[in-house]
């Protein structure tokens, strides 16, 4: 059963259409990412499920609610959908007990063993006494999910919360709010333009471009199986080849690679397109006597867990330089190698 | 955007403010044209008219003229040079504006009779205005960043060049604004000129209701005054447009260059001197001294308290029912656009336009004629401060609610609160600070209001300030400096407030 369901939404500011016709089902007890670059309407679409965008056409529904549709606009404090805004933006006349127990009942309020629950659940029991600004922005983010979930919303949505923090705390952040995301059973949003956030916490990932979903499906398919070129660009590097396919090989300056065809299209069986391959299915090898296109090492980006090579085939062409993401030995720049590809590519026909 | 769409719950309350405001105004053009054009033409075309006009321009001309020149040197001495004393100077040019004008007149004519007519109110108004154009020219020096003049300096211009033609610019904004705010000042205040017997357009209304059975002159003189403080607010706000500053990023934490004085160091602090002793220690003296003259003949001690009284019960009535009136039209100004919206924010600032003697006089025409049961009662006297001083109170309502983000306040909602509910449990609770410092600086300013009090007051009540009025009107300046020096008290507070608010405000910003 789809804990939320959104069909056909448009909304627009003034002359400028930002969704354009979305539709996005959500499972129970799921966390969906919604993953796209800055300005694709990811967050005016959590604004409009939460109902602070009156949208300008289509329906979305929660549980067996409708909450919006042409002629229903519920108010959003009967939505019962809570949101984690970017800032955590607590109410900084409360306290954290104050601020969580800020959407019970008034007879819940006070002395109610929800408080205490839910901030046990978020890693912050003992801090109900506590002022927000005496809280790092890790705590308040915290504090902000644990209000959210206390009125057991029907669903919660998280408006990029990691964005705010640093490097080193929004691991540990992502993987407090995914945990009791989990034990509290919640279904809930979260809007990101980090897809590393989204393919890590997500149990679904809905890629977003331009005021619609382009792909909705599990992180590894969003991956490595992506709709069309748009997505596969924005989810992960990409190393584009022009290919020539026949039958299921399709060749390129690499040799022939198997190629996977687009799940959508059926690709006709010679065609001219792009071979999508990601960086890690490139190898490099000793230049003297190894197998693969001669080339050469231009730069060299050390990550420490890996090490991402730009190489230049010695064949000249539009795609000579590529991308090669490594774990062996890693080259020095001006190096001599050879590059050859390991395992199928995805192959996108030229658009007729 | 839902935003857009404002609730009921603050348009209705909104709209009553708004109609409050628009109250005497309105009562004022019905008045009018109850005369017929016939008699309103006569009025207006009397050659007494036309000098009247000419007269109370040349006041409010000469004044802002002065007030601009001596408030922008001292905002440059006391921010960018080294004159002796720097710090001092900083802080005691600003404190005039704690002198009420018509206690400054009581110090200068009770010392010298001689001053008084156009030179008189002249000096009185300028040294109570200056620092309306020091204090926001202070405030613009503090933000002009240095490395601005520092390219005008690289790029080859003399430190006099750069001054004129990159700092000067940046302060007209200032200045500008303070100019208006002391021309309105010059226009509207009843006190000074009253007790210095100069004819200036507040005076002559008053005497004209005070004088002749028919007020129609006074209706029309009033109307005339509110058209001409219009046109120069108006003009002033055409001036201002396409002025706009270019800045990136916020503000700089390097301190400016400072200009040496060299030899004009001692002049330079000798004419600083002057203006301070004029505006502020030659008041204050003149005040003391009566006191001390007035206590060995006895004070009437039981008076100043019911004064003292009754002023308090007045202003503390005054500011809530401002502050309550204010309170939906600043969350409407703060959050939401829309036309009614609009019309309700502009329509309640028609108090700033309004001089207070006009205000007072149309409630007057209103009470007679419709409210008699409220005439020379409370109520309407606190719909007068209510007039008056309701745009203050939405500014401070305005400013406080703009501060606490929208964004907390959705959270609110989606955790199941009406928009009333957020109100009560957010908006309000974080702004409440905001708000009150809003309604504290109402309820100095009702206890310094003359003209609106002096007209409306219940009959037999007495204030501070209708005290010092009345006793000053008798020549018994031992009797009245009480209630100068009690009225110069109450209104030091506020201006304290002021200027730790603007330094607050710099602060905030490098």
Known sequence: ?352 | MRSSRAPWILLGPGLVTALVALLPIGYLLVRTAEAGLERVADIILRERTLALVLRSLALAGTVTLLSLVIGVTLAILATRTNIPGRRLLAVTAALPLAIPSYVAAFAWISAFPAVSGFGGTVLVLTSCCYPYVYLPVVAAMRRIDPAVEEVARSLGRSPWNTFWSVTARQLRPAAASGALLVALYALSDFGAPSLLRFDTFTRVIYASYRSSFDRTAAAVLSLLLVVITVAITVAEARTRRGSERARVGGGVARRPHTVRLGALRWPAAAAAAVVVGVALVFPIASLLYWFATGLSAGVDLPHLATSAASTFWFSVLGAVVCTALAIPVGVLAARYRGRLTSFIEHASFAGHALPGIVVALALVFFGVRVAQPIYQRTPLLVIAYAVLFIPAAIGAVRAAVAMSPVRTEEAARSLGSTPWQVLRRVTLPLAAPGIGAGAALVLLTCMKELPATLLLRPTGTDTLATSLWTETGVAAYGAAAPYGLALVVLAVLPTLALMRSQRAGEAGLS
């Open chain 1, 1 to 352: 059963m789809s804990a939320l369901e959104v069909r056909g939404l448009r909304a627009s500011f003034g002359e400028t259409q930002v969704l354009r016709g979305v539709d996005l089902d959500v499972l129970e007890g799921t966390l969906t990412a919604v993953l796209g670059p800055s300005g694709c309407g990811k967050t005016t679409l959590l604004r409009a499920v939460a109902g602070f965008v009156a949208p300008d056409a289509g329906t979305v529904a929660v549980g067996n609610h409708v909450l919006f549709c042409p002629g229903t606009d519920v108010p959003p404090e009967r939505r019962g959908v809570a949101l984690v805004p970017q800032e955590g933006s607590l109410f900084p006349h409360l306290d954290v007990a104050g601020n969580v127990a800020f959407g019970l009942p008034r007879d819940q309020r006070r002395g109610s063993r929800r408080v205490a629950e839910v901030l046990e659940l978020v890693g912050l029991a003992g801090y109900a006494k506590r002022r927000p600004d005496e809280l790092s922005g890790g705590q308040q983010q915290r504090v902000a999910l644990a209000r959210a979930l206390a009125p057991s919303p029907r669903l919660v949505l998280l408006d990029e919360p990691f964005s705010a923090l640093d490097a080193g705390l929004r691991g540990a952040v992502r993987a407090d709010v995914r945990t009791a995301l989990a034990a509290t059973g919640a279904t809930a949003v979260l809007v990101t333009h980090d897809q590393d956030e989204a393919l890590s916490m997500a149990d679904t990932v809905a890629v977003m471009d331009d005021g619609v979903v382009r792909m909705h499906a599990s992180p590894e398919q969003v991956y490595t199986g992506p709709v069309d070129l748009g997505v596969a660009r924005f989810v992960g590097q990409l190393v584009e080849l022009r290919a020539q396919l026949e039958g299921t090989r399709a060749h390129t300056v690499l040799g022939a690679v198997t190629a996977l065809p687009d799940a959508r299209h059926t690709a006709p069986v010679t065609a001219g397109g792009v071979l999508a391959l990601r960086p890690e299915q490139l190898r490099l090898h000793p230049f003297e006597h190894g197998p693969g296109a001669p080339a050469q090492v231009e730069t060299v980006s050390f990550h420490g867990h890996d090490a991402t090579v730009a190489v230049v085939l010695d064949a000249p062409g539009p795609d000579s330089r590529l991308l090669v993401r490594t774990t062996g030995p890693t080259a020095a720049a001006g190096d001599r190698v050879r590059v050859t590809v390991e395992g199928p590519g995805l192959f996108f026909p030229d658009p007729a």
